[in-house]
């Protein structure tokens, strides 16, 4: 693999070469030069050496577009790695991701790393990092803005993990992780 990337137990990865690359603030999404002819399908998770990229969203026999994870539409379960709290991160656009964890939890500290809790990607995947130091609310838990572990603007090569079925979860993945309604169907 070109990233030095090895995949979680019973996957491999497949590396593409982002061939598409907006300059765009606006635009959320990469296409890269692999598609079904290379196993990949739409829900895969995409990575890069530094973390959780996005997902794929429309495949082609020879290429497939990929989600950002900072798309507005997307929300990742993760997990705080120092505290092992759950929650998810939604998109926001251009600006930081935005953690949301639901009733009365641990404070985050600016640094604390968000991994992935392996409920719609692999676990353990890097997602983003706490931007500042935040607590929870009497009544709405905890919310706190975090940046993500990738520098999109500099991508050129990527990661699909192939053979991860985006719709099987194990025992014990929502422990802790339903996110409120209005959070779109199809989340990471």
Known sequence: ?????????????????IFA????????????????EDGIVVGQPVVSDQGLV??????????????LIRDPTISVAVRVE???ETGWVDGQGSGPLKLRMPGERLPVFEGDRLV??????PPDIVVA???????SGVNFGLVADADPANEFSRLRFVSVLIGWDPLT???????GE?????IPEGDL
């Open 129 to 135: 990092s706490i931007s500042e130091d935040a607590e």
């Open 54 to 67: 996005g997902r794929v969203t429309l495949v082609d026999s020879d290429s497939a577009r990929v989600a």
């Open 1 to 17: 693999d070109i990233l030095g990337l090895e995949p979680p137990a019973q996957l491999t990865s497949v590396t593409a070469r």
């Open 178 to 182: 339903t996110p409120p309604e209005g």
């Open 116 to 121: 992935t809790t392996g409920s719609s990607s």
């Open 169 to 175: 979860i194990t025992e014990g993945d929502l422990v």
């Open 82 to 84: 120092r505290t092992g």
């Open 21 to 36: 690359n907006s300059t765009s603030d606006f635009d959320f999404v990469r296409f890269i030069d692999k598609g079904s």
